[in-house]
């Protein structure tokens, strides 16, 4: 049983953990993308991206997320990119893949994973004060993001409007959110997921996923408030 209350008995081991998780890494590129390229993005989508940061690895990706409706958004796009090929983004594309491999190089070094989980635990006493997406918390994030990730290749090169991206609060708010993206390439390769899933399952993938969507019952994001206790 799931945390929506339905059951995975239809779905292979693991799928409902990197659905998931893809559907995350597509929300926060595209969040990523809307920033930059109109200077905003869904707070409902952000926040629980944000969030996910403060989780441990071992949660799993639907109990990082609270479930499918916070990422419904992603599974969306997902959706979306496979079954409709004149929706597919190349720059999207390019984030989403830059941070898959980001993701693998930094999962091979465990210096820098030890300073950002170390960046991340200090990040977190934050959240006693502020919320999910406080400036001063996404602040701190796009520093360990640039600090950290950004000098591992390939760079994610962000691209949208000048006026947007020379705006401090909106670099801040993309460093942060390419350091969740990272964080949900990792659930999905912690989950099973692989470049062969992606290249040779992803129909029946975007199947499954249309499923979990019909399954939701409407409930939101949850509390973009505080980190839960």
């Known amino acids: 049983m799931t945390s929506d209350g339905k059951s995975d008995a239809a779905m292979p081991p693991g799928e409902r ?7 995350a890494s597509y929300q926060a ?25 403060f989780h441990r690895d071992d949660e ?34 390019r984030y989403l893949i830059s941070l898959l491999v980001l993701e693998r190089k930094l999962s091979r070094d465990p210096d820098r994973l030890a300073r950002l989980a170390a960046g991340i635990a200090g990040a977190r006493r934050q959240l006693d004060h502020f919320d999910a997406l406080h400036p001063a918390l996404l602040g701190r994030l796009a520093d360990l993001y ?13 691209q949208g409007e000048p006026m947007h991206l020379r705006n401090p609060d909106n670099a801040a708010r993309i460093r942060a959110l390419l350091l969740a993206g990272v964080r ?13 899933r992606m290249l ?5 993938m975007a199947t499954r996923a249309k499923a979990l969507l019909s399954a939701l019952e ?5 509390d973009l408030g505080r980190f839960p206790s």
């Open 17 to 23: 953990e990197r659905l998931v998780a893809l559907a």
């Open 29 to 53: 590129v595209a969040c990523v993308d809307a920033i930059a390229r109109r200077g905003q993005a869904p707070a409902t989508e952000m926040a629980p991206l944000i969030l996910s940061l």
């Open 60 to 93: 799993g990706a639907d109990a990082v997320y609270g479930g499918t409706a916070a990422v419904a958004p992603g599974l969306r796009r997902f959706i979306s990119v496979v079954e409709d090929p004149g929706a597919r983004d190349p720059v999207l594309t």
């Open 146 to 158: 640039q600090d950290i990730l950004s000098t591992l290749s390939p760079r994610v090169m962000v």
């Open 184 to 196: 949900a390439a990792r659930l999905w390769r912690h989950a099973g997921g692989s470049r062969w």
């Open 200 to 204: 040779f399952g992803i129909k029946g």
């Open 218 to 222: 409407g409930s939101g994001p949850g």
